[in-house]
């Protein structure tokens, strides 16, 4: 534990001006991000007597070793490069809002030659327009079921729509007129991109449009006594206005608005958001925080308005934002949010009318959200806490292990020997910094030397950030990214090295750290017959009570780094079993593979073509075929094989 006036920087240093700053741990890693109107005032807060401050703000400056800053021009600035390096760093003191459910999104991927109309879930994509999200997939399906009766779009994947045009037939969209076909030139790729825009405008709440020039078609047809055509444009009419009553009408004004509720207790905040356009609920979506720092629903709110629209631009901003509380001051973000849509943006509290009242909906959501989270979670964040301290007392570490990483060893009878390493921190899992690794040193079954192998490389690499860096000396902006920007995932030592296994194992992974004179990182392992707890040099194991949260914690760790080397370990195998004699054809690359593979239809085939008929491939020059031809004779198969059933000849034809 430091003591902040160890690191406490004088008086006269700190600019009494806007700016954004970083409190740091002793291994340099950022742990906490801010922004102040005045960096002299707000950092002074942080300095005063321990006792006065809130127990997470006085976790947070004990944790740390040093504080930085950098200075801004305007609070519009701050709050840009605040988001900016709380997205880079994701410091562990920070409120950080995390979806309570993977939300799916209705998606046109416009970026596309021909564009899909589909589902998504996850991190949104260059070249796609999302509309959502939405709170079930089938709701999505449901609607682009209607509407692909007016508005008959690709909804097919890569391979369905190579495949159609392969053989130049459509799939049964296409032929029950629910595509437009655009695989088998039915339409133009114009006339296609035409009619998803189509599709997009209808989705985004312009739906008057669409359906005044249906009506009038429909008349139009009718006074020409075209009545099939007449009654096709009277249900694709129907189509279009059952679509729409899947979305309540809430605003009668037409409104483009975003409402964002909270709901909050001493521990957690729960976030709604209800997305409304034309008037309609267009979607939906909610998050749920730790509130590992000390804030208020103001803050709360800014928070969530910068993860919510950091990464959006233009109209996925929509004109209005009505929270339950502004931030102070409300101008900054205010300035922000009309900055990413181009356009000003209205940031308000609803005091009366319809929008007041649907503000009160998006609360009772958000209070509903959180009490389903707690009841899901059970007191999750006291049960983490607990399970680290049981640890800390029963491997009796100083401290709790606030970051624990974990390794395995994985193998099928002594081939494709390879490792994992998980991390996992305040007892939940950093999946970004998993690590994997292929055993270099030796060939065979060993788990022993494996684990050397792996761990001694792991703090190999630490010790070469900390050599590079120099201890992270403080105002070195890229000390935790290496030379193409990555950032690092070794730069960081755990409180504790967990390893799959008894007492060899866990002796093997302490000669490691011993080797390169690392002393201050736990080691134990954890065997799966008797679930005991190895620790170096003693002879009995810690057995800890089945009951224990630490001991759950331990297996979850372990169990996890388990699932990750075996994943792994069966993913080398079969990319082995999918191997192809032109994979060892001296530079041929895995794009002209495909093409002669597609070109001849087999190796069998391509096996029997000459220099002259491989040249014919694009890309594939008179040296590449020769050496493709005296390759594939070398690799030539041997005799027929005999179906010893039927006693038929088998043909080798490898695909």
């Not at 909804?155 to 655009?182: D, H, N």
């Not at 694709?236 to 975003?258: F, P, Q, S, W, Y």
């Not at 925080?289 to 950091?310: C, F, K, M, N, S």
Request: glycine share 8%; proline share 5%; with cysteine.
């Amino acid at each position: 534990m430091a003591d902040p006036s160890s690191y406490r920087p004088k008086p006269g240093q700190i600019p009494d001006s806007p700016g954004v700053y970083r409190f740091r741990d002793p291994h340099g890693r950022v742990i906490y991000v801010g922004k102040a109107k005045s960096l002299r005032s707000r950092l002074a807060n942080y300095f005063q007597d321990l006792a006065g401050l809130h127990p997470r703000t006085r976790t947070m400056v004990t944790t740390a070793s040093s504080v930085e800053w950098t200075v801004v021009g305007t609070e519009v600035e701050a709050l840009q490069l605040e988001y900016s390096w709380i997205k880079e760093y994701d410091p562990r003191f920070n409120v950080k809002y995390r979806d309570d459910k993977s939300y799916p999104s209705l998606a046109v991927t416009l970026g596309e030659e021909f564009p899909r109309v589909q589902v998504m879930r996850g991190p949104k994509r260059k070249g796609v327009r999302y509309f959502g999200p939405y709170a079930h997939a089938w709701a999505i399906r449901e609607t682009v079921d209607l509407l692909l009766r007016v508005f008959p779009v690709r909804t097919c994947s890569a391979g369905v729509f190579k495949r159609s045009a392969q053989i130049g037939r459509p799939c049964l969209l296409g032929y029950i007129g629910k595509c437009s076909a655009p695989c088998v030139g039915r339409v133009t790729p114009e006339e296609h991109r035409e009619l998803a825009e189509e599709f997009c405008d209808f989705m985004a709440g312009r739906t008057g449009t669409h359906l005044r020039r249906l009506e009038k078609e429909m008349q139009q047809a009718a006074e020409e006594m075209e009545y099939e055509r007449a009654a096709r444009l009277r249900d694709d009419i129907g189509a279009l206005r059952k679509a729409m009553e899947k979305n309540a009408v809430v605003l009668t004004d037409a409104t483009d608005a975003d409402l964002v509720a909270l709901a909050e207790d001493e521990l957690e905040a729960a976030v709604q958001i209800f997305h409304v356009r034309g008037g309609r609920v267009r979607g939906q979506r909610g998050w749920v925080t730790d509130r590992v720092e000390e804030v208020g629903t103001a803050e709360l709110v800014e928070h969530a308005l910068q993860q919510l629209y950091g990464e959006e631009t233009g109209d996925a901003v929509p004109k209005e934002v009505l929270v339950p509380e502004l931030p102070d001051p409300v101008e900054p973000i205010a300035q922000w949010l009309s900055g990413h849509r181009g356009a000003a943006v209205n940031l308000r509290v609803p005091q009366r009318g319809d929008k007041r009242a649907l503000m009160e909906t998006v609360q009772r959501n958000a209070q509903q959200a959180l009490a389903l989270h707690k009841t899901k979670r059970a007191s999750d964040l006291t049960t983490r806490s607990r399970a680290l301290e049981e640890i800390a007392e029963a491997l009796e570490l100083d401290s709790a292990p606030l970051r624990i990483e974990c390794f395995d060893v994985s193998h099928l009878q002594g081939d494709d020997v390879v490792a994992s390493m998980v991390v996992f921190e305040d007892g939940l899992a950093r999946k970004g910094e998993y690590r994997r690794f292929q055993i270099k040193s030796f060939a065979g079954q060993d788990d022993v030397r494996a684990m050397h192998e792996v761990v001694g490389r792991r703090f190999k690499r630490y010790l070469q950030e900390r050599q590079r860096t120099g201890e992270w000396p403080e105002g070195e902006e890229d000390e935790h990214r290496d030379e193409d920007g990555r950032p690092k995932r070794f730069a960081y030592p755990p409180q504790l090295l967990v390893v799959d296994g008894g007492a060899p194992q866990v002796a093997a992974a302490r000669r490691a750290l011993d080797e390169l004179g690392i002393d201050d990182v736990a080691v134990c392992g954890l065997a799966k017959r008797l679930e005991e707890v190895w620790l170096p040099d003693d002879d009995d194991p810690v057995v800890l009570p089945r009951t224990s949260e630490g001991l759950y914690l331990l297996q979850r760790v372990r169990d996890e780094a388990h699932r990750f080397a075996l994943t792994y370990q069966r993913s080398k195998r079969s990319k082995a079993l999918r191997a192809s004699p032109l994979d060892g054809v001296p530079g041929l690359g895995e794009t002209r593979k495909q093409a002669l593979i597609k070109h001849f239809g087999s190796v069998k085939r391509l096996r029997a073509a000459t220099v002259e008929q491989i040249c014919e491939v694009p890309g594939v020059g008179r040296r590449t075929a020769e050496t493709v031809v005296a390759s594939l004779a070398g690799a030539a198969p041997g005799g027929a094989a005999v179906n010893t059933a039927t006693g038929e000849i088998v043909e080798h034809d490898n695909r």
